[in-house]
């Protein structure tokens, strides 16, 4: 049996790779002809790392340009600063966030698949609608970039095209929304060369309406800036200099280069969405990743539960496809399984959304909770639950055997 994936990011591609590893016939569809796109998703957490070497290709990951996020610290109303994490004291290798342009770690899954026979990676084409036969989903219709178009039929469709999944749309799915207070700009600014001897971290800079989260990248710090929702407009009128002024004054460890900041088109705009779909799948249909649940950035937990919802899917489903026995019941087994994990996830991005996020931007608070503050100096061991909830995730997946590879000796 054949499966059509709609969708290049993570999800689809790490789906592609295992379902082709275990012998399906498997189609990808990417709408772009290559993976270049900015802050799009770049935290890779520790289960994803561990996933990495269980597939064997952790030498190839680690050998990508990425640096390593140990801690998360934000500073306190008292002027001092707080660690709300601890990745460094989860045991190792596994204790830490790898911050990883998205592209390349596309690249590495795309290039480790076109290594199976079953797979087909089509750059440039955009599935454009569901092909339907007595209410069943059995493939896409497509367009090229150069304005082809043509149908794949498969037995499995899966909708990996993210928060704004026009399979989801064409399928009738309706995503359930919860509130988000804040959209989130992202942008670079430079990292001098004696800061190289610095621990790479996550640091976080809140005023009155406003805040910021910098977070170290090999030679540049990728800078998150977040206020009130639908502020995009506004921000924009003010014009560049205005902006390079906010972030100066609200992280002035930073104002000698914000001026290399060129302009608001450098500023890139993150609509945040939180929802979910009640129902993940139909006859013949799986929606995963983004497509099933749009994450907040809060914790940067979206490209990893994406991966986790891939590998539950192939894990659950490769058998039933390699016997031509695929039911819908099968699809409702991969909900299930990663449904508590995704709404603990939201439920915690909801708790941080009320009691740390709205506070700052309606000017209540300034800095985190004091319940948090003092849990974290006179509580020992709460900065686990955090830092492991971060890095694994609530039901972290394991590759599924028929996917694993030895990593690789080197030769000579």
Do not use: C
Request: proline fraction near 7%.
């Amino acid at each position: 049996m054949s499966v059509v994936i709609s969708g290049g990011g993570p999800a689809g591609m790490m789906l592609g790779l295992l379902l082709a590893r275990g012998g399906i016939e498997v189609t990808v569809l990417e709408k772009h002809g290559d993976f270049l796109r900015d802050f799009r998703g770049d935290t890779v957490h520790a289960s994803t790392v561990r996933l990495m070497d269980e597939l064997g290709l952790g030498r190839e990951f680690a050998s990508l340009p990425q640096s390593k996020l140990s801690n998360m610290v934000v500073p306190t109303s008292d002027g001092g600063r707080m660690r709300l994490t601890a990745f460094e004291a989860l045991p190792a290798p596994y204790n830490y966030i790898a911050m990883v342009p998205q592209w390349d770690l596309l690249d590495l899954l795309a290039q480790e698949a076109r290594r199976e026979p079953s797979f087909t990676l089509r750059m440039n084409t955009v599935a454009t609608g569901l092909i339907r036969e007595g209410g069943k989903v059995v493939g896409v219709r497509y367009r090229t970039q150069g304005g082809e178009e043509g149908e794949i039929r498969a037995a499995l469709t899966v909708a990996a095209d993210g928060r704004h999944s026009a399979l989801r749309q064409d399928a009738g799915l309706v995503p359930q929304e919860f509130p988000v207070p804040f959209d989130t700009w992202w942008f670079r600014l430079p990292r001098h060369a004696a800061e190289q001897a610095q621990e790479p971290r996550q640091v976080a800079a809140f005023r009155a309406g406003e805040f910021a989260l910098s977070l170290t990248r090999n030679d540049y710090f990728q800078i998150a800036y977040f206020t009130t929702k639908g502020s995009d407009a506004r921000l924009r009128t003010e014009g560049a200099e205005r902006f390079r002024a906010r972030i100066a004054d609200l992280m002035p460890q930073y104002a000698d280069r914000v001026d290399q900041l060129p302009g608001m088109d450098d500023v890139h705009l993150l609509d945040v969405r939180l929802n979910r779909l009640p129902r993940w799948y139909a006859d013949g249909l799986l929606l995963i990743g983004d497509a099933a649940h749009a994450m907040s950035p809060a914790g940067g937990m979206g490209i990893n539960l994406a991966i986790q919802d891939a590998v539950a899917a192939a894990t659950l489903l490769a058998e039933p496809l390699r016997r031509n026995r695929l039911t819908t019941a099968d699809l409702a087994k991969v909900q299930r399984r990663r449904w508590r994990p995704t709404v603990i996830m939201q439920r915690v991005q909801l708790m941080l959304h009320d009691g740390f996020f709205a506070p700052v931007l309606t000017g209540r608070r300034v800095g985190p909770p004091t319940s948090i503050v003092l849990a974290t100096r006179y509580l020992p061991g709460f900065r686990q639950f955090p830092t492991r909830l971060v890095a694994f995730g609530p039901r972290p997946e394991h590759a599924p055997a028929f996917a694993r590879r030895p990593v690789a000796e080197p030769a000579g």
